[in-house]
C-alpha cells in the first residue's frame, strides 16, 4: 500500500550554520495508522508537524501527502490542499473568538465553497458526534478546555480530511478531560482516520497510537510499533 | 547607576524602533506628509488671507512712488527729502522715460502697432532698498538696448521679442530679455539707467522716479499727509505724479479675493485630517505595544522609564517626519507659491517663517500628546495588566456583525473582514473620519474643478468664440486693442469688413460670425465710463453665460454683469441711461451675464442700440465660432495667411489664473488622500499584528493568500464605502457652500450650469472614492498578512 506521509530526508534550517530543527527525517505513515510523535522540548516534533501539514516549508528533501509533493506546491496550492486533506488539532485549540461554535466548525468548508446546505449538515453531524450540539450558537470563550478541543476536533474533520493531524491535543486539559479527548481521537481511528500526533507523554503515545517515533535533536531515534492499538485491530 | 539606566532606556527604545520598523516608518511617513500638507495648507492660507501685505513686507515695498522732474529739484533736494522725519527708508533717484512703443502684433500675423506709452525707469539691478523686484524669465538688462518688462505689462510679450520707441530721435530698439515683477508696480519695464536719456523725446522734461517709506503710511489720509510734506520739502511743481501702494494694495486685493475661501476650504480639511490621523497612528503605535510594555516591567523598568522608551519609540520617527515634512511643505509651496504670486499679480510669495516653526512644533506637540496619554496609562498598568490587555482584543464588540453577516452569501473571507472593523469601534470611527476627510475632499475638488473650468470657458469665450479677426483701426476711429496700424490709413471700415468676411466665408472651418463694436458710454451714476460691447446679428452663442433673465432681442436692450447691477442698484427689467457720442439713449436691462472682466461693469447689446444715436459705428473685431473638430490654431494660421499682415487674427485660450488655481486644488487632493491612505494602511497594520495569530489560524484551515488578501482589504472596505457614501453629499455642499462664496468674493454671480456640475454617473465613482482610499492604503497589509508563515503568525501571542 502507498504511504500516506512520506517524508524523505527532509532537513529544516532556521538559522544559516545552527542546528536543523529536522535533520534528514525519513519516515512513512501508512493510511489508517495512529503514530505518535516523541521527543524532549526542542526535538523537532511540532516543526516535522508543520512540514506535514504544510505550514512551513523544508529546506531540502521531499515532503509527500496523500500522493502529491506539498514542498513544492504555492502558498495558494498548499493552502487547498490542506482544507482538503489535513485536519490539524492543536493544544491551545486555536478557536476564532469572533465566530460561534458553529461558525468555527463550518470555517473550512466555506473557505473551501463546499455548499452552504451541504456544509451545514456536515456540521450538525460532527457536532453531534462530538456531543457539542447544545453549544452551537455559543463563543469558545465560554466554553471548556475540552468542549473547545472537541470544537477543534469537529472542525478538523468538517471536509473529511485523510489525515488528522494533533500537536499535542491533551497538553492543555486536566487528566480526566485529556482522557476523553484521547478516547476520541482512538474511536476516529477506529474508523479508518489516519493521526499523526505529537506529544511529549510516552503513556499517551502508547494508549493513542499504534507506532511511536521518537525525535531528538531533530532526528529519528527510534520508530517502533507500541502495540497499543493494534489489538483491536 | 543613572548611565546604566539611561542605556536600559535607550537599547529598549532602539530595539522597540528595529522590530516595529513598519510602524517606524507609518509613522515617519503620516508625520511627514501631515507636517507638509499642513505647511502647504497653513502658508496657503495666511498668505492668502493677506498676500499683498506678506509679499510688500518680503519685497520691501514702497509706501510711495513719486515722479520727480530733475530739472526743478536738484540732487541735493532729493537727497534732502530722504531724511525727512516721515521717511523711513528711501530709494533712488531713478531716470524715467515715458515711451510710445511699437509692439509686435500676435504670433504668426508678422505685424506690428502700436500701443499704450510705457513708464520705464532705470535700474542698474534689479535689488534695492525698496521695491525688491523679482526676476521671473530670463535675466537683467546689461547695456543699452536690452529691456526688462514687467510681468503686469498687458500684452505679456517674451523675452527676445523687440520693442521701437516711436517719437524719439533714432527709433531705438529694445529687446526684451527678461520678465520681472515689482510689487508696487513701478513702472512698465526697466532699462540701464543710461538707457534712459536716449529714450526720451525732444523737449520732454528729465524726470525722475524716488521710493518712499513712511512711518505712518496705513490708511489714504496718512500718505496724503507723507505727500503733503514731500511737496513742502521739494520746490514746487517738481513732484509731478504720485502713487500709494495702497492703490495697487486695493487692485490686487479684489482679484485675489475670490481664491481665498476654497483655500481655506482645502486648508481647514488638511490640519483637521492631519490631526486626526497623527493622534489615531501614533496612540494606536503605543497602544500596539502595551504587551511589550509589560514585559519592560516585569524585567525592572519604572513606569517612567516605560514611558520614556516607549513615548520616545514614536517621537523619534514623528521628530524625523516633522523635519522631512517642513522640507516637503515648502519645496511643495515654491511652484505652487510662485505660480499663485503671478496669479495675485505680487511679486514673490513665501511660507512665512512662522509656519515653517509653528506648524512643526505643533505637529511634534500633537505626537508627544498622542504617545504619552497611552504610554503613561501603560506605564501605570501592572506588568501583568499590561500584558493582558496587550495580548486580548476587547472583547464583546462585534459578535452581532459576525452572525449577520455571516447569513449572507458572500464569499466567507468577505464576511468576516467585513464585520472585523465592529470589534474595534473606537479605531472604526477614527478610520471613518480620517478616509471620509479625504473622499470629501476628492469629491469638493472633482466639483471644483470642473467648475472652475466652465469659470474658465465663461472668462475667455474659449470654446464659444475660439478665434477673433481684428480691424485695422482707420484714422479718427477708434484705436482698438491693436492700434492702428499702416493698413488703417488707407483702407476705409467698409473695405475691412468685406474683406474679412469674404475670408471668414471662404474658410472651411468657420460656422458662424458676428461683428462686435467696442465703445466706451457713460452711465448715469457712474463716475468713469464703462465699455459697451456692440453686436451686429444674433451673438447669443458668443459665450456670455447667463445667471438670470434672458439675451437681448433687439435694440434697446443690454445684459449687464453682476458688479454693474450691485453697483447701479438696478435689476433686470430696470431701465438705464447711458450716454454715446453726447446723445443719451435709455435701455432695459433684460439679463445678468458672466462677465467679470473690467470689475464686472460694461454692457452688452445689439448694434441698432447704438448705431441709431450716431454715425460712424463700426466693428472693431470679429467673433468666430467653428465646426466641431476645427482646430483653433490651425483655422487661426490659414485665416492669417488669407488676410495678410493687417488684420491681426488671435486664438483665445483659458486664463492661466484658473488652471493654476486646478494646479493646485489636484495637488492638495492627492496629499489630502495620500494622508487618509497612510491611516487605514496604519489602521490595517494595527489590526493586522493584533490578529496575526487569528490569520494563522485562518490560514491553517485552509485560507488561501487571495482569500487573505480579500478579507483584510474588507476590514476597511465597508468603512470606505461607508465614508464615500457620506461624502458625496458632504463634498457636494462644500462646492454648494464654497463656489458662491468664492463669486461673492469676486463681485460676480455664477450661472446655474457653473454650480450644477455633478453628473449622476460622476457621482457614483465619486461615492466609490472612499472604497478606493481604503482598498490602497490597505493593500500593502494585506499582501504582508497573506505571505505571513502560517506556522510563524500561529507561533505568535
Not at chain 1, 499504534?210 to 493494534?230: F, H, M, N
Not at chain 2, 476654497?262 to 490631526?275: E, N, Q, Y
Not at chain 2, 505652487?336 to 515653517?356: F, H
Not at chain 2, 464585520?419 to 479605531?427: D, E, G, I, Q, S
Request: charged share 15%; net charge positive.
Amino acid at each position: 500500500m502507498d504511504a500516506l506521509i512520506r517524508l524523505s530526508e527532509v532537513t529544516k534550517r532556521y538559522d544559516n550554520g545552527g542546528r536543523p530543527a529536522v535533520d534528514r527525517v525519513r519516515l512513512d505513515v501508512a493510511p489508517g495508522e495512529a503514530v505518535a510523535v516523541m521527543g524532549p522540548s526542542g526535538s523537532g516534533k511540532s516543526t516535522l508537524l508543520n512540514l506535514i501539514a504544510g505550514l512551513d516549508r523544508p529546506t531540502s528533501g521531499t515532503v509527500t501527502v496523500a500522493g502529491r509533493r506539498i514542498d513544492t506546491l504555492s502558498e495558494t496550492g498548499v493552502a487547498r490542499f490542506r482544507r482538503q486533506q489535513v485536519g490539524m488539532i492543536f493544544q491551545f485549540f486555536n478557536l476564532l473568538d469572533d465566530l460561534t461554535v458553529a461558525d468555527n466548525v463550518l470555517l473550512p468548508a466555506q473557505l473551501a465553497g463546499v455548499r452552504r446546505a451541504q456544509a451545514r449538515a456536515r456540521a450538525d453531524e460532527l457536532l453531534a458526534a462530538l456531543r457539542i450540539e447544545r453549544h452551537r450558537d455559543a463563543y469558545p470563550g465560554r466554553l471548556s478546555g475540552g468542549e473547545r478541543q472537541r470544537v477543534a476536533i469537529a472542525r478538523a474533520l468538517v471536509n473529511r480530511p485523510a489525515l488528522l493531524l494533533a500537536d499535542e491535543p491533551t497538553g492543555a486539559l486536566d487528566t480526566a478531560t485529556g482522557e476523553e479527548i484521547g478516547e476520541l481521537l482512538i474511536d476516529l481511528n477506529r474508523t479508518g482516520q489516519s493521526l499523526v500526533l505529537v506529544t511529549h507523554n510516552p503513556d499517551l503515545a502508547a494508549r493513542y497510537a499504534s507506532r511511536t517515533v521518537q525525535l531528538v535533536d531533530g532526528r529519528i531515534a527510534s520508530d517502533a510499533s507500541t502495540g497499543a492499538l493494534g489489538a483491536w485491530r | 547607576m543613572r548611565r546604566g539606566r539611561a542605556g536600559a532606556v535607550a537599547r529598549a527604545l532602539r530595539g522597540g524602533l528595529a522590530r516595529r520598523r513598519v510602524q517606524t516608518l507609518v509613522i515617519g511617513l503620516v508625520v511627514t506628509i501631515s507636517t507638509g500638507a499642513c505647511v502647504l495648507a497653513l502658508g496657503l492660507v495666511v498668505v492668502s488671507n493677506a498676500p499683498f501685505d506678506n509679499a510688500f513686507a518680503a519685497q520691501h515695498g514702497a509706501h510711495l512712488m513719486a515722479t520727480i522732474d530733475s530739472g526743478k529739484a536738484t540732487t541735493a533736494q532729493l537727497a534732502a527729502s530722504t531724511r525727512l522725519p516721515q521717511v523711513t527708508a528711501a530709494a533712488g533717484p531713478h531716470p524715467e522715460v515715458t515711451i510710445t512703443p511699437q509692439l509686435p502684433g500676435p504670433p504668426g500675423s508678422g505685424g506690428q502697432f502700436t500701443g499704450p506709452p510705457l513708464t520705464l525707469v532705470g535700474r542698474a539691478s534689479p535689488g534695492g532698498p525698496l521695491d525688491d523686484l523679482t526676476l521671473r524669465q530670463g535675466r537683467w538688462a546689461q547695456r543699452p538696448g536690452e529691456i526688462v518688462l514687467s510681468s503686469d505689462f498687458q500684452f505679456g510679450l517674451p523675452p527676445g521679442a523687440q520693442i521701437t520707441a516711436v517719437g524719439v530721435p533714432g527709433r531705438p530698439r529694445l529687446t526684451v530679455v527678461g520678465i520681472a515683477s515689482s510689487i508696487n508696480q513701478s513702472a512698465d519695464g526697466w532699462v540701464v539707467p543710461r538707457e534712459i536719456a536716449a529714450l526720451r523725446a525732444r523737449g520732454a522734461p528729465p524726470t525722475v522716479q524716488m521710493l518712499y517709506r513712511f512711518a505712518s503710511a496705513s490708511t489714504a489720509a496718512a500718505i496724503r499727509a507723507d505727500v503733503a510734506a514731500l511737496n513742502r520739502a521739494l520746490p514746487p511743481g517738481a513732484v509731478t505724479a504720485t502713487q500709494s501702494y495702497l492703490a495697487v494694495k486695493l487692485q490686487e486685493s479684489s482679484g485675489i479675493a475670490p481664491i481665498v475661501p476654497f483655500v481655506v476650504a482645502f486648508g481647514v480639511i488638511g490640519l483637521v485630517l492631519s490631526v486626526l490621523i497623527v493622534v489615531n497612528v501614533i496612540s494606536g503605535a503605543v497602544v500596539a505595544g502595551y504587551r511589550r510594555i509589560g514585559i519592560l516591567k516585569s524585567i525592572g523598568f519604572t513606569p517612567g522609564q516605560v514611558v520614556a522608551a516607549y513615548a520616545g519609540q514614536v517621537m523619534v520617527p514623528a521628530l524625523a517626519g516633522c523635519l522631512a515634512g517642513v522640507v516637503l511643505g515648502n519645496l511643495l509651496s515654491v511652484p505652487l507659491l510662485s505660480q499663485t504670486a503671478t496669479v495675485y499679480g505680487v511679486g514673490a510669495l513665501m511660507v512665512p517663517a512662522w509656519v515653517d516653526i509653528g506648524v512643526p512644533v505643533a505637529m511634534l506637540c500633537l505626537a508627544g500628546l498622542a504617545a504619552a496619554a497611552p504610554a503613561v496609562r501603560g506605564g501605570r498598568l501592572s506588568a501583568v495588566q499590561a500584558i493582558a490587555t496587550g495580548r486580548a482584543p476587547v472583547q464583546g464588540h462585534g459578535y452581532a456583525a459576525h452572525r449577520l453577516l455571516g447569513k449572507l452569501r458572500l464569499p466567507r473571507p468577505v464576511t468576516i473582514g467585513l464585520a472585523a472593523p465592529l470589534a474595534r469601534p473606537t479605531r472604526t470611527a477614527v478610520t471613518l473620519a480620517a478616509i471620509l476627510l479625504g473622499a470629501t475632499a476628492v469629491t469638493f475638488a472633482a466639483g471644483l474643478s470642473a467648475s472652475l473650468t466652465r469659470v474658465a470657458n465663461g472668462l475667455s469665450h474659449s470654446k464659444s468664440e475660439p478665434v477673433q479677426v481684428y480691424l485695422a483701426s482707420s484714422p479718427g476711429g477708434p484705436a482698438g486693442p491693436r492700434g492702428p496700424s499702416k493698413a488703417g490709413a488707407a483702407t476705409s471700415a467698409a473695405v475691412q469688413q468685406r474683406t474679412i468676411e469674404a475670408a471668414l466665408r471662404a474658410q472651411p472651418g468657420t460656422l458662424r460670425y458676428v461683428a462686435e463694436a467696442d465703445e466706451q458710454v457713460s452711465v448715469a451714476g457712474l463716475s468713469k465710463e464703462v465699455p459697451v460691447t456692440a453686436f451686429r446679428g444674433n451673438a447669443s452663442w458668443t459665450g456670455y453665460d447667463l445667471i438670470s433673465g434672458r439675451w437681448f432681442n433687439g435694440p434697446g436692450e443690454v445684459d449687464v454683469p453682476t458688479n454693474f447691477l450691485t453697483v447701479t442698484g438696478k435689476a433686470i427689467g430696470d431701465t438705464v441711461t447711458m450716454n454715446f457720442r453726447g446723445n443719451d439713449i435709455t435701455v432695459r436691462i433684460v439679463g445678468e451675464v458672466f462677465d467679470p472682466g473690467n470689475r464686472g461693469l460694461a454692457l452688452l447689446t445689439d448694434w441698432q442700440t447704438l448705431a441709431s444715436a450716431g454715425r460712424g459705428l463700426a466693428p472693431a473685431v470679429y467673433d468666430v465660432g467653428l465646426r466641431p473638430g476645427t482646430s483653433p490654431a490651425a483655422y487661426a494660421s490659414a485665416l492669417s495667411t488669407a488676410l495678410g499682415r493687417d488684420y491681426p487674427v488671435s486664438v483665445n485660450g483659458n486664463d492661466p489664473f484658473v488652471l493654476t488655481l486646478i494646479g493646485l486644488i489636484g495637488t492638495l487632493t492627492l496629499l489630502l488622500a495620500v494622508v487618509a491612505g497612510l491611516g487605514v494602511l496604519n489602521t490595517v497594520v494595527l489590526h493586522t499584528r493584533e490578529r496575526v495569530h487569528d490569520l494563522g489560524i485562518f490560514k491553517a484551515v485552509g485560507m488561501t493568500p487571495r482569500q487573505t488578501i480579500a478579507m483584510v482589504i474588507c476590514w476597511v472596505a465597508g468603512v470606505g464605502l461607508a465614508a464615500g457614501a457620506i461624502a458625496v453629499p458632504a463634498g457636494m455642499a462644500l462646492h454648494a457652500y464654497i463656489l458662491p462664496a468664492m463669486a461673492s468674493a469676486a463681485g460676480t454671480g455664477l450661472p446655474a450650469s457653473y454650480l450644477n456640475v455633478y453628473r449622476p454617473a460622476e457621482l457614483a465613482l465619486l461615492a466609490l472614492a472612499g472604497l478606493v482610499i481604503a482598498a490602497a492604503g490597505a493593500m500593502l497589509p494585506a499582501g504582508w498578512a497573506a505571505g505571513t508563515r502560517t506556522a510563524s503568525a500561529l507561533r505568535a501571542e
